[in-house]
């Protein structure tokens, strides 16, 4: 299996384990509480200089996971240890060169 096919497989199980209807849903509030995040432009080192390492990473490296919580107006990663008060699961991908190439960013309750 791929690493982009197991972060689909991941975040399709994710749904399925949730109760409630409505969730996961899309943040489409993601540009204002993520604004480091731009598609086409931010590259890998950036992400992590502002986030710091992810959660979990998929691809060698392409596909990066963090849990967020929110901290005032913005949104900041939670170490595994504290993963269930962070409802909210970015998903960024990068393209070989590295180049961030979509996010998306998830709230899961």
Request: include cysteine.
């Amino acid at each position: 299996m791929s690493g982009r096919a197991l972060a689909l497989a991941v975040l399709l199980a994710a749904a399925a384990g949730c109760s409630a209807a409505t969730f996961p849903r899309r943040d489409t509030d993601a540009e204002r509480l993520l604004p480091e995040l731009r598609d086409g432009s931010t590259m890998h080192a950036e992400i992590e200089g502002a986030l710091g390492p992810p959660l979990r990473t998929f691809d060698a490296d392409h596909v990066f996971t963090y849990r967020l919580a929110r901290e005032g107006d913005r949104l900041t990663p939670v170490p595994i240890a504290e993963v269930g008060r962070a409802p909210w699961e970015l998903v960024v991908v990068f393209d070989a060169r590295y180049v961030l190439v979509r996010h998306t960013l998830l709230r899961l309750w």
